[in-house]
């Protein structure tokens, strides 16, 4: 699914009303009958309060459809207008008349404070405020009625997007931002829906299709790609009856060093899992027992040194390398990884201590190989691009980096991005388990063995991270959140590949 821009989303509207010979207002028809579709669907007559606030833009125009519709239907309806300008859209009094021909409770006109009303704990707010075309926060008696509402335990259910968010900008005043339960989006989420700093606030949506232009949307250049099962799906090869170990690939992890065994052992364990034909782990001498038994199926390497590496030599091609993960930052192992970087040609994953050594020695940033592959986490992102202003400051400090380097960039995260050519690429799976130590070595391993078996960088870290989400989704619904370990997730990897295919169970509706 591509995620557009707000100007781009009102282009597939004037777009989409052109070709099919119709007004705006038919096309705010159809939104907002989706939206009563949505909630007649689960609420099937319920006489449970509904309160709809619309504003007195488009947003505001879908909202009266909506609660025009309910009313239609019997439902329990106020609708308010938020009066908040002098300024009305056409769509909108259109809709103000239709409302008003099929019932004698008219919306309430809002003015101040004063006009706030009473709302039960069990009813429902439905938000048609603003839409994505706000241009700037709400103040006065605005902010204070979205304040109002977010202090009310009523179930909240925004029309778009919550109002008060900004659909590709910062928030500026967090107390003026509705706080969804739930958003009905149109067609696409929006960009803020991903960011840490503004997903907050849609905690959870779902697109609503209202048939804009397939052709437009299918040809326009997105702000980002979201990458969900049905992408997934595309990216996975197809292995052949007379494949060998040979064809995946034989994938070198440089890992570990005294007492950081373990993140050597979990991304090796994680390449091989994913697939890579053969694994060798090169590791500091003391790691050579621990690596033999945690994982038979692995080879290992290891330095001359006991507790770290001070020089990295193997004696094989390697399909694919991942660097970094536990190594340490002692000047020996420093001078090492210049050394590897400085004579290593084709693409490589640098994570955990590799990124730190990067961080402080920004001279040998030039020497790593073109479409190499950089995971940092938030701390060691910060430290390789610099600090940023917003979580939009922060996308483009790192499409310029990878811009500069020619690097897959991989911005950690609840919904983790991949920076690649100054496109972004956003992963939809994942949960707040998934939040332990090792999980980032995991991660790297998969990359690593994808890569091995010869997926190209931008797609093994595409693929790699929504798998490892899938693994870390299916770990946490039988263990819970708490209980989720690194291993947990490489455990669940080959239940994450079989997941790609299983067919949804069909929706069924309540009775």
């Known amino acids: 699914m591509k995620i557009f821009s707000s100007e781009q989303l009102y282009h597939a509207d004037k777009i989409t009303t052109e070709k099919e010979g119709i007004t705006s207002v038919d096309l ?4 907002g009958t989706q939206i009563f579709n949505w909630l007649h669907q689960r609420m099937q007559g319920a006489q449970v309060p509904i309160h709809i606030f619309c504003g007195i833009g488009n947003n505001g125009g879908d909202g009266l459809v909506v609660g025009r519709l309910l009313i239609e239907h019997g439902y329990n309806v106020n609708l308010y207008v938020v ?30 404070e004063d006009d706030f009303p009473a709302i039960a704990p069990q009813d429902i707010i439905i938000d048609a405020i603003f839409g994505i075309g706000l241009n700037r926060c709400p103040d006065g008696w605005v902010k204070k009625l979205i304040q109002y509402l977010n202090a009310n335990k009523a179930f909240k259910l925004s029309i778009d997007i919550p109002s008060g968010l900004f659909a590709e900008k910062p928030v500026s005043d967090p107390d003026a931002v509705l706080k969804a339960n739930h958003t009905l989006t149109f067609q696409v989420p929006k960009l803020s829906f991903f960011l840490p700093d503004t997903g907050i606030y849609v905690p959870f949506y779902e697109a609503i299709d209202i048939g804009l232009d397939a052709e437009f949307l299918s040809s326009a250049e997105p702000l980002a790609q979201l990458i969900g099962k049905q992408e997934a799906q595309l990216f996975y090869k197809q292995r052949q009856k007379y494949d060998h170990k040979g064809t995946y690939g034989h994938a070198l992890v440089v890992a570990g060093s005294y007492g950081k065994m373990g993140a050597a052992v979990l991304a090796t364990k994680a390449a091989l899992r ?7 782990t090169f590791t500091a001498k003391c790691g050579y027992s621990i690596l033999q038994t945690a994982i038979p199926e692995a080879m290992v390497l ?8 001070t020089a990295i030599d193997y004696n094989f091609q390697p399909s694919a390398i991942g660097i970094g993960m536990g190594i340490g930052v002692q000047e020996e192992t ?6 590897f970087l400085m004579k290593t040609e084709v693409p490589v994953l640098l994570d955990a201590d590799a990124l730190n050594i990067l961080s402080s020695h920004k001279e040998i940033l030039d020497h790593i190989p073109k479409h190499s592959i950089l995971t940092p986490h938030p701390g060691e992102l910060e430290r390789l691009i610099g600090s940023w202003s917003s979580d939009y400051d922060k996308l483009d400090k790192a499409k310029a980096f990878a811009k500069e380097y020619d690097l897959v960039l991989l911005i950690k995260g609840a919904n983790s991005i991949v920076v690649f050519e100054e496109k972004l690429y956003i992963n939809t799976t994942g949960n707040p388990g998934m939040a332990t130590a090792g999980s980032g070595d995991v ?21 790699a991270v929504y798998l490892h ?4 989704n299916i770990a946490s619904q039988e263990l819970g959140y708490e209980a989720v370990i690194a291993g947990d997730i490489i455990e669940k990897i080959g239940n994450a590949y079989l997941s790609l295919f299983e067919q949804e169970p069909p929706e069924t509706e309540q009775a």
């Open 83 to 112: 009066n908040c300008s002098d300024k009305r859209s056409k769509e909108f009094l259109i809709n103000y008349d239709r409302v008003k021909n099929v019932t004698k409770n008219w919306p309430k006109l809002m003015k101040s």
């Open 469 to 472: 989400g899938s693994a870390g």
């Open 28 to 31: 705010m028809e159809r939104a």
């Open 302 to 309: 290891t330095d001359e040194h006991e507790e770290f590496l």
């Open 274 to 280: 994913t697939g890579a034909g053969m694994a060798t």
């Open 334 to 339: 420093v001078s090492a990884f210049k050394t």
């Open 443 to 463: 991660l790297s391993g998969m990359i690593t063995g994808l890569l091995s078996q010869g997926y190209d960088p931008l797609l093994a870290t595409v693929f």
